[in-house]
């Protein structure tokens, strides 16, 4: 079984900022990807950016860049010039690979911009 | 794209009544997944169809919940009776399974239940 790990529970940080969400997992998979996914207060779940295990580069969604670690199962989201409407709960979540699977989340972390 | 579309978006209910929420997958997509959020426990997978079939449905916390995809583009998850403590927000994804790959799952925007 997969377990994905999100050791802080909330960030604060000043708009336009950088900020770095931490998540580490284990598995004894080989073939996996790894998501973020951002919950507004609207509860949406919005995709932000995924990582395919066997890619080496690190995946980049315009403010958002991940540090994938492979050896060291870690996973974090760099948020770039932060804006206010970043401000939301922020979820890692774990996929093996070999067809649609259900996903393993982490606890989440709870990211809040300050104007 | 009208992407996952989830219905009630709101129940309430009493203790003791069925409880059905409702999910319309993307189309074209051809898997669907049920999950349910809580403070407690965070998001959890309750079960997964792929092309209209169960594939795990290990996460289905007891006989209480009973989950069917009768076509491509319909699911329900049905609670009989309900609980106050399956009070949650629930959560449909659809994804399109291509070969071996893990694609994208798209969330609907969940269906809160509070069960007096």
């Known amino acids: 079984a997969q377990t994905v790990t999100q050791s802080q529970p909330e960030m604060s940080v000043q708009e336009a900022e950088t900020v770095t969400l931490s998540c580490t997992y284990d598995t004894s998979e080989s073939n996996y990807y790894l998501f973020w996914y951002k919950q507004p207060p609207s509860r949406q779940m919005i995709l932000v950016i995924r990582?395919?295990?066997?890619?080496?580069q690190n995946a980049t969604e315009n403010r958002f860049s991940v540090n994938f670690q492979k050896a060291a199962k870690s996973f974090s989201l760099k948020i770039s010039d932060s804006q206010l409407g970043d401000t939301a709960m922020y979820f890692c979540a774990f996929g093996t690979g070999g067809g649609a699977d259900g996903l393993t989340f982490g606890k989440g972390t709870h990211l809040i911009i300050q104007p | 794209d009208a992407g996952v579309i989830q219905s009630p978006r709101h129940e309430v209910t009493e203790m003791g009544q069925e409880v059905t929420l409702r999910c319309k997958p993307i189309s074209g997509h051809n898997s669907l997944f049920w999950y349910r959020q809580t403070m407690m426990r965070g998001l959890e997978l309750l079960i997964y169809f792929n092309n209209n079939v169960p594939i795990d449905d290990s996460g289905m916390p007891e006989d209480r919940f009973s989950a069917k995809m009768p076509n491509a583009s319909f699911s329900t998850l049905k609670i009989q009776p309900s609980e106050p403590r399956d009070s949650a927000v629930y959560f449909c994804?659809?994804?399109?399974?291509?070969?071996?790959?893990?694609?994208?799952?798209?969330f609907g925007p969940g269906t809160r239940l509070l069960v007096l």
């Open positions: 994804a659809s994804s399109l399974q291509r070969g071996g790959f893990q694609e994208t799952q798209y």
């Open positions: 990582q395919e295990a066997y890619k080496q």
